[in-house]
């Protein structure tokens, strides 16, 4: 019987350099696709997969993260007294319970595997989710709760993977295949961003993890991996064996949202989903096809 994963650590202390100078003195994750910051997707996708404490790990700059999943008393005010349900309800909607959003301070950019690491006290003994804000995924029902459901059956560490054309491997974690039923793939470990003649397949990470606490122990060593950082891939890699390993395919469509095209591919998506907005924005863009 695995354990409930009620943590998820939200990686937050990258500066954001693609995105300026949107980024200058805003945060990254704050960016909105149509009118929702790029961290509320996240929380929210955590939410619906069953979480309970989100943590952010974050730099500094980046309090308004948390400040965002507070309560805004003269906003909330305002609306309440127009009689604005609708925005109302947006605010308070996605806003966990009082003391359920943490932090913790990253201090130095050393690596996604560091700014986990950061997160080790809040986490203790249990498996724990990470997203990855940037990668904005569209499913039903989201990706984080695909993962939990294959995690309580398999336990260990679980991640969500996408198969990538061969000259993007050096963009990615690749797993290492042993076993694949078209969905889940069982891997024997796992390498960061190898060059294509070294992948050891296709089948690339996209973010989202759910992991045993034993990647702690490797974190501790602090060992810098690929691009001289602290990779979470050799932790997940080093744990291998000791607890399985699968990578499960994502069902749904994925938009990077670090890259400028991502973003802006997800903000047309996700606007085409809203029936307040959908012809509109199809009416407003469409002749620019032409
Ligand atoms: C990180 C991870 C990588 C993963 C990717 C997914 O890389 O290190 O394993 O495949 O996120 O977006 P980054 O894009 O932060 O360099």
Known sequence: MTRRVRKAVFPVA?????FLPATKVIAKE????????????AVEEAIEAGIEYFIFVTGRGKSVLVEHFDHAPELELLLSERGNEHDLQSLLSSMPEPGRVLSVRQQ???????????ARAIIGDEPFAVLLPDEL???????LKQLIDVHDGVGGNVVAVTEVPD???NRYGILDVVSDDGRVAKARGMVEKPDPKDAPSRLANIGRYVLDPSV????????SGAGGEIQLTDAIDATTGAVPFHGVRFNGERF????KAGFIAANVAYALKRPDLA???REAVGHLFK
């Open 216 to 223: 702690f122990s490797h974190l501790d060593k602090q060992l």
């Open 30 to 41: 704050m960016l909105p696709v149509v009118d929702k910051p790029l961290i509320q997707y």
């Open 279 to 281: 012809d509109r924005v």
């Open 108 to 118: 130095a950019p050393l690596g996604l595997g560091h700014a986990v690491w950061c």
């Open 14 to 18: 990258g500066l954001g350099t693609r």
């Open 137 to 143: 995924l569209m499913s039903e029902p989201a990706c």
């Open 167 to 169: 000259e993007h491997t």
């Open 256 to 259: 990077d949202c670090g890259d």
